[in-house]
C-alpha cells in the first residue's frame, strides 16, 4: 500500500488537522497506519512510553488510534533557543544547540536518519500519513526541505494538498504549488482538499469546478470549518480556540509567555463549560480573573525579563488568588536561576520571583520521564521535560502550586480539587471521555466532507 504525504499550500491551512483525521479514517478502515512528520518545529512536545521526546501532533494521533507513540513517527524535532539557535532533538533524544545556518548547512547528515525511521514504520505498517511542512514549494530551501520534498521522492508518497480558503486567494496558492511542485511529484498528486470554509458551501460549486476543468486536480472535498481544540501543534494554533463560556463561572488567566511551551496542558481547560481561559499580556487583565496560571517556557530566564517588566512580579507577590505554576512557571517562583553552564541562557544568576524558597540549578542531563504521580493530593497521569533541578517535584504554600509535572489539569481529581475551592458549586466533567468524543465527532465531520473512496483507492493502487 502507498504512503501519503499531506501537503499544505501554506502554513497554517490545517494540514496537522487534517493528517490526523486522515490516519484516524483510515484505521477506521482497518489499515494498519501511523503517522509521521521528518522535521517538526514546536515546544510543544510529549513523552513516550520510552521517554524519547516528540512533537504533539504525531504523538495526538498515534494515541488517538491506540498505537504506541514513538521517536520514529518524529525524528527530528526543534525547540526555540537562544539568538538564532535551535535546540535539536534527534531520535527523541536531546543532542545539541544547533544556529540555524549551521542546521541546514548540515541537513544531508539527517537525512539517513529520517529515512531510517521512516523505513522502520513501513516495516510495521501499511501505511504511513506524513504530514509536510509550511509550503512545499519554498523554492530556495527545497534541497533542505526535509518534511516534504525529500519524503515524496524518496518513498514515492502519494499526495495531497491542503488549502486555507480563509487566508483568501486560494485559487493562486493551489495553482501555485502544483505547478511549482517537482513534475514527477506532480503526477501524484490525488487531489487538494478545501479547508475551513465558513458560510453556504454551495457558493463554492463554482470554485470547485474552476480548480477541476482549469487547474486539472481534483477538489476531494471542502471542508467547513471547526474547531477540535485539542492536539495543537504550535501557540499560533492555539490562539484560534473557540470556547463556549455561557455557562462558566470561574475565570482562569493564563500568562501568554513569549516562549511558552506544552500549552496543550490547558486543553481540558478551554474544554471545560464552567472555566473562562484567557491568554492575557498583562496584569490588569490577570487581576481580573479567579486564578493564575504561569506555563511552560523554553526560555525561562527571557520570559522572567519580559514578566517583570510587564509589572508581574509585584502582581504575583500580592495575588490572594490561586497561582499555578507549571514546570517553567514553576522554576520562576523560586528566588534564584542558576545555569553557570549557559544550558538555556547566557546569564549564569537570575532572580526568580522568590514564591518559593530555595534556588534552581540548570543540569546538561534533560529529565525526560512520564507516569503516575501523586501531587497535591491527587492522582495525575503526567510526563516531565527538564534541564532544571529542584529539591522537590511539586510545592504547596498557601494559594501557591508548582511542579515540574505536564498534565495537571488533565487530572478531573485536581480540577475539581482546585475549582471548588474558587467556586463550591462546581460540577467538573471526564476530560478523557470528552477528549474521545471530540475526536470521533471532528473525523466523522472531515469523513462527512472529503472524498475518503477516492483517496483510499489511491494509496491501494
Same mark, same amino acid.
Given at each position: 500500500?502507498?504512503?501519503?504525504?499531506?501537503?499544505?499550500?501554506?502554513?497554517?491551512?490545517?494540514?496537522?488537522?487534517?493528517?490526523?483525521?486522515?490516519?484516524?479514517?483510515?484505521?477506521?478502515?482497518?489499515?494498519?497506519?501511523?503517522?509521521?512528520?521528518?522535521?517538526?518545529?514546536?515546544?510543544?512536545?510529549?513523552?513516550?512510553?520510552t521517554?524519547?521526546?516528540?512533537?504533539?501532533?504525531?504523538?495526538?494521533?498515534?494515541q488517538?488510534?491506540?498505537?504506541?507513540?514513538?521517536?520514529?513517527?518524529?525524528?527530528?524535532?526543534?525547540?526555540?533557543?537562544?539568538?538564532?539557535?535551535?535546540?535539536?532533538?534527534?531520535?527523541?533524544?536531546?543532542v545539541?544547540?544547533?544556529?540555524?545556518s549551521?542546521?541546514?548547512?548540515?541537513?544531508?547528515?539527517?537525512?539517513?536518519?529520517?529515512?531510517?525511521?521512516f523505513?522502520?514504520?513501513?516495516? #510495521?505498517?501499511?501505511?504511513?500519513?506524513? +504530514?509536510? *511542512?509550511? !509550503?512545499? $514549494?519554498?523554492?530556495?530551501?527545497?534541497? @533542505?526541505?526535509?518534511?516534504?520534498?525529500?519524503?515524496?521522492?524518496?518513498?514515492?508518497?502519494?499526495?495531497?494538498l491542503?488549502?486555507?480558503?480563509?487566508?483568501?486567494?486560494?485559487?493562486?496558492s493551489?495553482?501555485?504549488?502544483?505547478?511549482?511542485?517537482?513534475?514527477?511529484?506532480?503526477?501524484?498528486?490525488?487531489?487538494?482538499?478545501?479547508?475551513?470554509?465558513?458560510?453556504?458551501?454551495?457558493?463554492?460549486?463554482?470554485?470547485?469546478?474552476?480548480?477541476?476543468?482549469?487547474?486539472?486536480?481534483?477538489?476531494?472535498?471542502?471542508v467547513?470549518?471547526?474547531?477540535?481544540?485539542?492536539?495543537f501543534?504550535?501557540?499560533?494554533?492555539?490562539m484560534?480556540?473557540?470556547?463556549?463560556?455561557?455557562?462558566?463561572?470561574?475565570?482562569?488567566?493564563?500568562?501568554?509567555?513569549?516562549?511558552?511551551?506544552?500549552?496543550?496542558?490547558? #486543553?481540558?481547560?478551554?474544554?471545560?463549560? +464552567?472555566? *473562562?481561559? !484567557?491568554? $492575557?499580556?498583562?496584569?490588569?487583565?490577570? @487581576?481580573?480573573?479567579d486564578?493564575?496560571?504561569?506555563?511552560?517556557?523554553?526560555?525561562?530566564?527571557?520570559?522572567?525579563?519580559?514578566?517583570?517588566?510587564?509589572?508581574?512580579?509585584?502582581?504575583?507577590?500580592?495575588?490572594?488568588?490561586?497561582?499555578?505554576?507549571?514546570?517553567?512557571?514553576?522554576?520562576m517562583?523560586?528566588?534564584?536561576?542558576?545555569?553557570?553552564?549557559?544550558?538555556?541562557?547566557?546569564?549564569?544568576?537570575?532572580?526568580?520571583?522568590?514564591?518559593?524558597?530555595?534556588?534552581?540549578?540548570?543540569?546538561?542531563?534533560?529529565?525526560?520521564?512520564?507516569?503516575?504521580?501523586?501531587?497535591?493530593?491527587?492522582?495525575?497521569?503526567?510526563?516531565?521535560?527538564?534541564?532544571?533541578?529542584?529539591?522537590?517535584?511539586?510545592?504547596?504554600?498557601?494559594?501557591?502550586?508548582?511542579?515540574?509535572?505536564?498534565?495537571?489539569?488533565?487530572?478531573d481529581?485536581?480540577?475539581?480539587?482546585?475549582?471548588?475551592?474558587?467556586?463550591?458549586?462546581?460540577?467538573?466533567?471526564?476530560?478523557?471521555?470528552?477528549k474521545?468524543?471530540?475526536?470521533?465527532?471532528?473525523?466523522?465531520?472531515?469523513?462527512?466532507?472529503?472524498?475518503?473512496?477516492?483517496?483510499?483507492?489511491?494509496?491501494?493502487?
Amino acid at each position: 500500500m502507498n504512503s501519503l504525504s499531506v501537503f499544505g499550500t501554506s502554513s497554517d491551512a490545517g494540514k496537522s488537522t487534517l493528517a490526523f483525521a486522515i490516519t484516524y479514517l483510515l484505521h477506521k478502515r482497518g489499515v494498519k497506519v501511523a503517522p509521521f512528520k521528518a522535521q517538526n518545529v514546536s515546544n510543544n512536545s510529549q513523552v513516550c512510553d520510552t521517554a524519547e521526546e516528540i512533537a504533539q501532533p504525531q504523538f495526538f494521533a498515534a494515541q488517538a488510534i491506540k498505537i504506541e507513540p514513538s521517536a520514529l513517527m518524529n525524528p527530528i524535532l526543534l525547540k526555540s533557543g537562544a539568538k538564532n539557535r535551535a535546540h535539536l532533538i534527534l531520535n527523541g533524544k536531546s543532542v545539541a544547540e544547533k544556529g540555524v545556518s549551521e542546521y541546514y548547512r548540515d541537513i544531508k547528515k539527517l537525512q539517513p536518519e529520517v529515512k531510517k525511521a521512516f523505513l522502520a514504520l513501513k516495516k #510495521e505498517y501499511e501505511c504511513i500519513v506524513a +504530514e509536510g *511542512a509550511g !509550503s512545499p $514549494v519554498e523554492l530556495n530551501l527545497m534541497r @533542505k526541505d526535509l518534511s516534504n520534498i525529500y519524503i515524496a521522492k524518496t518513498f514515492n508518497t502519494k499526495i495531497i494538498l491542503v488549502a486555507d480558503i480563509e487566508r483568501g486567494g486560494v485559487f493562486a496558492s493551489i495553482y501555485g504549488v502544483y505547478k511549482l511542485l517537482p513534475r514527477t511529484l506532480r503526477r501524484n498528486v490525488i487531489g487538494v482538499i478545501i479547508n475551513k470554509f465558513r458560510g453556504d458551501i454551495r457558493l463554492f460549486n463554482k470554485g470547485v469546478e474552476i480548480i477541476q476543468q482549469h487547474f486539472k486536480i481534483k477538489v476531494l472535498g471542502v471542508v467547513p470549518y471547526r474547531a477540535l481544540n485539542l492536539g495543537f501543534e504550535d501557540a499560533q494554533s492555539m490562539m484560534n480556540y473557540t470556547q463556549d463560556i455561557s455557562k462558566a463561572k470561574i475565570r482562569v488567566a493564563l500568562i501568554k509567555l513569549p516562549h511558552i511551551s506544552n500549552f496543550t496542558d490547558f #486543553e481540558p481547560l478551554i474544554a471545560d463549560k +464552567e472555566v *473562562a481561559l !484567557s491568554f $492575557v499580556s498583562n496584569t490588569q487583565e490577570a @487581576k481580573m480573573c479567579d486564578l493564575i496560571i504561569v506555563p511552560g517556557s523554553k526560555r525561562v530566564v527571557d520570559d522572567i525579563v519580559w514578566l517583570k517588566k510587564q509589572g508581574f512580579s509585584k502582581m504575583l507577590k500580592c495575588a490572594k488568588v490561586p497561582i499555578v505554576g507549571i514546570c517553567g512557571g514553576y522554576e520562576m517562583m523560586f528566588e534564584k536561576i542558576i545555569d553557570t553552564k549557559n544550558i538555556e541562557s547566557s546569564h549564569k544568576h537570575t532572580k526568580g520571583f522568590a514564591l518559593f524558597k530555595g534556588d534552581i540549578i540548570f543540569k546538561k542531563r534533560k529529565v525526560v520521564k512520564k507516569g503516575e504521580y501523586r501531587l497535591f493530593g491527587c492522582s495525575v497521569s503526567g510526563y516531565e521535560i527538564h534541564n532544571a533541578r529542584a529539591e522537590k517535584i511539586a510545592i504547596k504554600k498557601g494559594n501557591l502550586y508548582g511542579t515540574f509535572v505536564h498534565g495537571l489539569f488533565d487530572s478531573d481529581e485536581f480540577r475539581k480539587k482546585i475549582f471548588t475551592k474558587i467556586y463550591p458549586k462546581y460540577r467538573g466533567y471526564n476530560f478523557l471521555k470528552y477528549k474521545e468524543k471530540s475526536i470521533s465527532k471532528f473525523c466523522k465531520h472531515i469523513d462527512e466532507h472529503i472524498d475518503m473512496d477516492t483517496l483510499f483507492c489511491a494509496l491501494k493502487n
